[in-house]
């Protein structure tokens, strides 16, 4: 995809100012503020790329505000992360897109009901009772176990595995090797030896729902673990029998919530965070990366640290850590000085 800068701003409905001269530079594709050549547009939504932007070698950037002494084209916009949402789909790789059918390799059961529109793959096994909506793509080496459903535009990335009895709604991505529906991780030690509760419940995964690779979502001992509508959950990611998760949650990589968790709409967990099991976290509430939380936490809170506490306490904390090492010198130096005036008082006597 080649555009100039006018033919640019006119697709993101952007003002365009700055050194009107190069407007009819052509733009190749998007890169950040110090990497960007002459072809490539970039962005400035904080102070920190805006303060860079004069070293640039950018053909334009994207701003939500002029820019003085700034020598290139700016496309002035209300929302820089939205205009760079839509610049880099315009940008994009052009690659083959799915076609509809079914892939001759793929094995269907013949009760299973797909809608029109949908693309299925190469060596992909659907089982009795499935179904599909329409326009969704299943990709090469897919299975999708008995009765579970899957609805419109949606879409599942290679080597996903969908076990029986789930449901996904709508608009869901699933990116490659993905678990849909394992058995939860319960036993119980019975007579010397660790048994496996039967896990018969299901998993429902509502609409606009985003899963990335290598994550798995197990099916409930009992009812459904659920996953809310909007959810977007990164790379790599455990989430344990009957835990349910609100709408719009973010859940980052290598993250883990155990059993019976359930988490409010708009929490936030940062990387490698762990909940222990059977708490709830409250709406909006936002846990810093690698925090380790203990127990149920209201909503609307900012934690950070293992045992997770409040975020303000964390940084306190950190900093009296931090401080420990020179801490422990003086203190040594303390007990020695101690140790003298207590000699010297010996030897008065």
Known sequence: ?????????????????????????????????????????????DDKHKASLSQSNAGAVIVSARIEDIDKPQLIVKNVNAALIETLRIFAPELKAATEGIDPTAKIANNAKIATGVSIGANVVIDDGVEIGQNSIIGSGC???????????????????????CRLGNNVIVQANSTIGSTGFGYSFIDGAYRLIPHNGGVIIEDFVEIGANCCVDRAKFGNTVIGAGTKIDNLVQIAHNVVIGKCCLIVGQAGVAGSCKLGDGVVLGGQVGLADNIEIGDGTMIAARSGVMSSVPAGQQLAWTPAIKREDAFRTMGLVLRLPKMAQQLKQLSKRIEKLEAAEDDKK
């Open 143 to 165: 299975k999708i176990g008995e009765n579970s459903k899957l609805g419109e535009n949606s879409r599942l990335d290679s080597n996903v595995v969908i076990y029986y009895n």
């Open 1 to 45: 995809m080649k555009l100039t800068v006018k033919q640019l701003a006119t697709r993101l409905g952007a003002e365009l100012t700055g050194n009107v001269d190069k407007i009819d530079r052509q733009i190749t594709a998007v890169s950040p503020v110090k990497a960007a050549g002459e072809n490539e547009v970039t962005f400035a939504s």
